[in-house]
């Protein structure tokens, strides 16, 4: 007992340790104002250039499987399933501001990933570097989104499926040489909800347990961010826009997550409904299938075609 508690100290000061390290760094950065810098700018460059090449040369995984992506780990197990054989989803009415949203959303990630790489040319012993992966004709890119996609043929329970996606990016802690994942979430709502956030949401740390399936990594850093900010004037007691949160993945995590993809692929096979989790139903696009489903079976023929059958 005393052993456990000994470790889990540790565990917390270096969580504490690492969230003040990036929000600090994020920080400072956003308190320079600078010029562009060749050497950064001209790795952008070729990182949009291999964001180009990458339109037209679709990343693909094994067909025959079912696949998860991360961002589908919090799911409604029916939901999932409902993805995998690609029911009908439900028609969604965007407003274009909502559009906007998503955009703005979208452009502050971009910033902020820019802020990473700026990191080491233009603070003097930064906490934490992006970390770069060799693309043949591109040279060496940063370490984050379409770069790093990649998947995994996993085997669990004996059921196979895929596990497929990307990250926001992977880290360098400077001080030691460890990798650290980071995952980026913005909140548009309001100038207050970072602000009084007191911990990372659950969905996102199943986010971040299935990138540690993926790419291997236990560590990571979630950071929020607010899109609206307080009051220009509000200065040094402005809301907090943006928070970091340490999350150590454990192995206990990715065995419960591997088993709800192992459930969900066998009940694909056989065509077996998973049960509702009306909890989660606020954002799923199949509410009109669910409610209408009396059986407990459904024909999964087209799950048959799985390099389209992406959760
Ligand atoms: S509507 Fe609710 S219960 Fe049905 S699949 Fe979606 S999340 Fe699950």
Redesign the pocket.
């Known amino acids: 007992m005393g052993l456990v508690k000994s470790v889990d100290r540790k565990e917390i000061t270096r969580g504490i340790e690492l969230e003040r390290a990036l929000k600090a760094q994020l920080n400072m950065i956003s308190s320079r104002s600078y010029f562009p810098k060749y050497k950064v700018e001209e790795i952008l460059y070729r990182d949009f250039a291999y964001s180009l090449y990458r339109i037209k040369n679709r990343f693909t995984v094994p067909e025959g499987l079912v696949k998860f992506t991360p961002s589908s780990a919090s ?2 197990k ?2 999932l399933f ?1 993805k995998a054989i690609r029911a009908k989803q439900d028609e969604q009415q965007n407003y274009p501001y909502n559009n906007r949203w998503t955009r703005n959303a979208t452009a502050v990630h971009g910033a902020v990933q820019r802020d990473l790489l700026y990191s080491p040319h233009l603070l003097e012993n930064p906490s934490f570097t992006l970390q770069s992966i060799e693309k043949e004709q591109f040279g060496r890119l940063p370490a984050w989104e379409k770069n790093i996609e990649d998947y995994k043929v996993i085997t669990h329970n004996g059921v196979t499926f895929v596990v497929s996606g990307m990250m926001d990016g992977i880290l360098k802690y400077e001080k030691d040489g460890s990798t650290v994942g980071f995952e980026f979430k913005t909140k548009s709502s309001d100038n207050q909800q970072v602000h009084h956030m007191r911990k990372a949401k659950a969905e996102h740390i199943q986010q971040c347990t299935a990138y540690s399936i993926l790419f291997g990594i236990d560590e990571f850093i979630l950071t929020y961010e607010c899109v609206p900010k307080d009051k220009w004037v509000a200065g040094a007691s402005a809301y907090e826009d943006i928070k970091t949160f340490y999350v150590k993945v454990t192995e206990r995590q990715r065995t419960s997550l591997l088993n709800k993809f192992a459930e969900v692929a066998a009940m694909v096979e056989t065509g077996e409904l998973p049960d ?3 909890s ?2 606020l954002f ?1 696009p ?2 009109t299938i ?2 209408q489903s009396t059986s407990t079976e459904v024909s999964t023929k087209s799950s048959t075609e799985p390099s389209t059958r992406g959760v």
């Open positions: 799911k409604c029916r939901e409902y509702k989790q009306t989660k139903c799923c199949y509410k669910c409610l």
